[in-house]
Each structure stands twice: as structure tokens, then as C-alpha cells.
Nanobody, 124 residues
């Protein structure tokens, strides 16, 4: 059974930092491309960042480029999202996702496995 479990998010002040992690089980993690997505209240889920199998290839949404960093540790079956200089507009439920083929993508439909999500709230 495939499981993606995100770490607990939290409440942070604007300008602060937070690191999310997502631990995968039930799949050959190093063979999967991984992504982070978020959904703010009243909005559609949107792409945040994606990473290739080896961790070299990375892609970011323009809204987080330069502030967020995606990384992975294949030995720990874990993908991370380091979020710095957080803004109130970063408030959302953050979810990790996995896809087996086709490379990292910004498309939600490209991912077959999803975590439950974790709430991140940034106060002004």
C-alpha cells in the first residue's frame, strides 16, 4: 500500500521559515518524481515545486522561486520543502505527490499518488 505522509505544518509569522517533509512508503521511492502542491481556501490546488529522481532537476512556481527549496533524500524515502521568507499568501494546505514516469511536471493530473496534506498558516 502506497502512502505519502506529510509532516505537521503549523503557524508561522510572515518572514519566517518552515520545512515540510513527506515520507513515502510502499513504493520504490528513488524511481519516482516528486512534487509539492498547495490549495488555499476558495482556490484551486496549484503547483509549488517538483524534483527529479536524482534530485538534480528541480522546478518551481514563479510565486515561490527564490524562497522555497525542494530536495529529497532517497535513502530516507523523503522529499522536503524548505520555505523561507513566508508570506500570508503562502497560507494553504500543502500536499506532496509522486509520479513514476514522464519526468517532474507541474500538472496535477500527472501525479498518481498523493499525501493527505498539511496546513501551513502564515500570519501577517
Amino acid at each position: 500500500q502506497v502512502q505519502l505522509v506529510e509532516s505537521r505544518g503549523g503557524l508561522v509569522q510572515a518572514g519566517g521559515s518552515l520545512r515540510l517533509s513527506c515520507v513515502a512508503s510502499g513504493l520504490a521511492f528513488s524511481m519516482y518524481y516528486m512534487g509539492w502542491f498547495r490549495q488555499a481556501p476558495g482556490k484551486e490546488r496549484e503547483f509549488v515545486a517538483a524534483i527529479g529522481r536524482s534530485g538534480v532537476s528541480k522546478d518551481y512556481a514563479d510565486s515561490v522561486k527564490g524562497r522555497f527549496t525542494i530536495s529529497r533524500d532517497n535513502a530516507k524515502n523523503t522529499v522536503y520543502l524548505q520555505m523561507n521568507s513566508l508570506k500570508p499568501e503562502d497560507t494553504a494546505v500543502y500536499s506532496c505527490a509522486a509520479r513514476l514516469s514522464g519526468g517532474p511536471t507541474r500538472l496535477l493530473s500527472g501525479y498518481s499518488q498523493w499525501g493527505q496534506g498539511t496546513q501551513v498558516t502564515v500570519s501577517s
